[in-house]
């Protein structure tokens, strides 16, 4: 699908604003740690705060500058940096669960042909079958895979959690750039704009989240599982999101309305992602996925609300505004 110079134009300025959003927050950090290392009486809760908040604005820049260069490089560039983000996601998965000899099939079978093939069928646009290439026909394979080796034991809970992998690593994941084979009437050229919308909406719903309950929080909502996730975070970001999605109904084909309702929808999707994912973590023990990104672990460890996101942005654009 071919990308408009509007588009292209309309997300480099998109782009830019985010930059000069990071530049004000980078001195803002600077400026508070200089506070926090300088005044006498240091708060040793204030100091770690300020310095999550430093690693998360470095981690930002880092995902800013990858995406836009993807992002401007074309619509081949982001569903190649797109699968190779779902491999490495995949692998973070699958290295903290336990396998044995007789799963080696299997997960030879989803790094090197069904996560390829998934990413292919988005290139060449072929939407009957990547939506349910892999919850059917890699759902029914990759148990099969395994039967030669005879190996039954936690057979249920192996092949679960195989699944549940390329579920989240490479079926979620790829309905990112699955967005740019919508074809919306009179939008058709521009659909790299909606998947910055998902991005800006999504990850500032996190930010917003992550800033209210700092300030406000006091109410935990799933202490078992995050105990960082707080009621007023949870209302300051739903709000925040619903705000900013409105804001940038401009770059997509819905109405202000419209644009807001959809806003508020992916964002408690991504909401919801991210207490299942730590959900997860916390069962297997784990702080973090992987040390990839300073300040905010692996690759699924940021791309955590997106997983559930994505696919629920793409399927209410398709239903409602594809022909």
Known sequence: MKISRDAYLQTSLIL???????????????????????????????????????????????????????????????????????????????????????????????????LPVQYWLIWIGWYGLYSIFIPVYAFLTLPMLAIPLADARNFLARTAETQWGLMLSVYCISYVPAILTL??????????????????????????????GRLFGRHLIAPMVSPGKTVEGFAGGMAGATVIGAALYWITPFTRVQAAAIALAIALMGFLGGLVLSAIKRDRGIKDWGQLIEGHGGILDRLDSLCFSAPIFFHLTRYFFVP
């Open 183 to 212: 074809e919306i009437p009179g939008f058709e050229d521009r659909s790299l704009l909606l998947m910055a919308f998902l991005i800006i909406v999504v990850q500032s719903s996190d930010v917003l989240q992550y800033v209210f």
């Open 16 to 114: 830019a604003g985010l930059g000069g959003v990071l530049m004000v927050a980078s001195v803002i950090g600077f400026v508070l740690d200089w506070r926090t290392r300088h005044l006498r009486g240091k708060d040793d809760r204030a100091r770690l705060a300020v310095e999550n908040l430093n690693a998360r604005i470095r981690s930002w820049w880092v995902m800013v500058i990858l995406l836009s260069g993807a992002a401007l490089a074309g619509r081949n560039v982001v569903i190649g940096l797109f699968a190779l983000l779902s491999f490495g996601a995949l692998r973070e998965f699958i290295t903290f669960t336990p396998t044995r000899r007789a799963d080696h099939a299997a997960l030879f079978t989803s790094f090197f042909v069904i």
